[in-house]
């Protein structure tokens, strides 16, 4: 059993292939995750991630404006972060999001995604966001969500070695804002980590 996973994991499963590693779980409280595969990564620098139940856990009690915004974890993956809130909670004089509740959702999603691969890598740093941009498209009038994702894979891998070398690193992270089905804006953020204990 992985020290990483709580108490409602009901399985976990994983097939060595040829050096490589594929992992698949299923929760009691969430519906099924879809399969992890890491082909095509060295079972050496392999990347754990946290579950959404944990993760979601994690936000509401160190962020406390995830709770306020009453924010959920759709989905955590290795290539992204998918983050939901409801409208109520972050609703503007206009009864649709307030634009900044719609940027911390992105700033969220993008720092969780760096958060649970560093944390997987065995490396606790310090995360802050230095800069972002926000481009809203549509209204968003209900519950959206918060995709976050590396724009260049290989940029990754970039940060994990300045990271290691100098305890310092940044790296840009893009999310796409989605309601009902629709793009409704864009999010880009430069994040910064330091150190690499």
């Not at 900044?100 to 490396?123: C, K, N, P, Q």
């Not at 970039?158 to 893009?174: D, E, H, Q, Y």
Request: aromatic residues 8%; glycine residues 8%.
């Amino acid at each position: 059993m992985c020290p990483w996973v709580s108490g409602r994991l009901r399985r976990i499963d994983s097939t060595p292939s040829q050096g490589l590693l594929s992992w698949s779980w299923t929760f009691d409280e969430r519906e099924s995750v879809q399969p992890l595969n890491l082909a095509g990564m060295r079972q050496d620098t392999k990347t754990f991630i946290v579950n959404a139940i944990d993760l979601e856990r994690y936000l509401h009690e160190h962020i406390p404006l995830s709770k306020a915004m009453q924010v959920s974890v759709v989905s955590v993956q290795t290539d992204g972060v998918t983050l939901r809130a409801p409208l109520a909670p972050n609703i503007n004089h206009r009864d649709t999001v307030f634009g900044g509740s719609a940027s911390a959702l992105a700033i969220l999603a993008g720092w969780s995604l760096l958060h649970t691969r560093l944390e997987g890598a065995g490396l606790s740093s310090r995360l802050v966001i230095q800069r972002n941009t926000v481009h809203y498209d549509l209204a968003i009038a209900g519950p959206f969500t918060a995709r976050s994702f590396i724009q260049t894979p290989a940029a990754w891998e970039s940060f994990m070695l300045m990271l290691r070398r100098k305890g310092r690193a940044r790296l840009t992270i893009s999310c796409i804002l989605d309601y009902d089905g629709q793009r409704a804006g864009r999010f880009e953020g430069e994040f910064v980590a330091f150190g690499s204990s």
